[in-house]
């Protein structure tokens, strides 16, 4: 099971490395999303869960999940959304003033061979 969690964030982790080396802006909000949904799936890794034990620690209990790694990741899930929010509009944005959804802002034209 730790093996396919750690291909499944290794492969998160590349597509969205390649998603944000494109030219185009929507490529590079799937791109940060899909590093988001990876970082999330690590720190939700990382808190040893267990299935039917209760996230605190009394003196009876033997067996109980870290609730540190839920609180991060549901706070990282908020933080994704407005993050995502905000560049979809600064993308909105940046299209209607520049006429173009490359990410440096130029347009592709043939070159100029009349010299």
Do not use: K, W
């Not at 067996?63 to 899930?77: E, G, K, M, R, S």
């Not at 959804?101 to 061979?113: A, K, L, R, S």
């Amino acid at each position: 099971m730790e093996a396919l969690l750690s291909v499944m964030i290794g492969v998160l982790t590349a597509g969205g490395v390649y998603l944000l080396l494109r030219a185009r802006t929507f490529s590079v909000v799937l791109g940060l999303s899909l590093i988001t949904y990876a970082v999330n799936l690590f720190l939700f890794a990382s808190g040893r869960l267990t299935r039917g034990a209760p996230p605190i620690l009394a003196p009876e209990i033997t067996h109980y999940t870290d609730p540190l790694p839920q609180a991060l990741v549901l706070t990282a899930i908020v933080i994704s959304f407005a993050m995502t929010a905000f560049v979809i509009m600064l993308a909105l944005r940046a299209r209607a003033e520049l006429g173009s959804d490359h990410v440096d802002g130029h347009i592709n034209q043939p070159p100029n061979t009349q010299d």
